[in-house]
């Protein structure tokens, strides 16, 4: 009979306890969003991930957009993306497979970030900055796709520095099949690994016996405890 019967923040009405009152979002707190005039938990998309917002993407072709004039609101956890504006694309594929997807050739210093909940920022599930630091500002990231899932790629920018103005601008996606080439030359990869097919890879460790210390033998390049 009095609001004090109910859990929460709820109230008594005609002998019912019915969520808090409301006119907009901000009233209800964290977690809880206003419809009907009544505070419900759940969250609203932001408005880049409002389903006419969203683009979706040819897995055969290159896309070029822009940045300029979209929403405000993700953000990214390999890059400070806080006040550039970001487009979400959304992939799906026919089939299970690995793509590589490049902002190459994109006019402005992107950063790129994968969603299988396009507003859910704990289901980003790879990130990519600059394909190389202070040489190329494009982005690259490898991703692996399941059949009939639904993947949200997100292009956005680095946050302005020391007051200038947030990156924004034109960008190109480019998806082939296969892991991102890595490497072109030995010299490409850190640590010593080599240069084979793109990739960079551990160098074998030896390829006669001579090569292993003691009595151990070289089979398929590694060193093994003799049969």
Not at 148 to 171: C, K, T
Not at 213 to 219: A, F, K, P, S, Y
Request: hydrophobic share 25%.
């Amino acid at each position: 009979r009095i609001d004090d019967h109910c859990p929460r923040d709820w109230v008594c009405e005609q002998f019912e306890c019915l969520p808090p009152p409301c006119e907009a979002d901000p009233e209800c707190g964290e977690e809880r969003i206003c419809e009907g005039q009544r505070c419900i938990d759940g969250r609203r998309p932001p408005p880049s991930c409002v389903f006419e917002s969203i683009i979706d993407l040819d897995l055969e072709a290159r896309y070029e957009g822009s940045t300029v004039g979209a929403p405000v609101e993700n953000g990214a956890t390999c890059a400070d993306t806080e006040d550039a504006p970001e487009v979400t694309h959304r992939i799906v594929s026919d089939q299970n497979r690995t793509l590589c997807i490049s902002t190459d050739g994109s006019d402005f210093d992107t950063v790129v970030y994968m969603r299988t909940d396009c507003g859910d920022e704990n289901t980003e599930s790879v990130c990519a900055d600059d394909i190389a630091v202070g040489e190329n500002s494009a982005s690259k990231l490898t991703v692996n796709v399941r059949a009939g899932f639904e993947y949200f790629l997100i292009v956005d920018g680095q946050r302005g520095a020391d007051g200038a103005a947030p990156a924004e601008g034109n960008y190109v996606i480019d998806i082939s099949d296969g892991p991102c080439p890595q490497c072109e030359v030995d010299a490409d990869c850190p640590g010593g690994r080599l240069c084979e097919g793109r990739l960079c890879v551990q160098p074998p460790e030896c390829d006669v016996d001579g090569d292993c210390e003691g009595d151990l033998v070289c089979e398929e390049q590694i060193c093994v405890e003799p049969p």
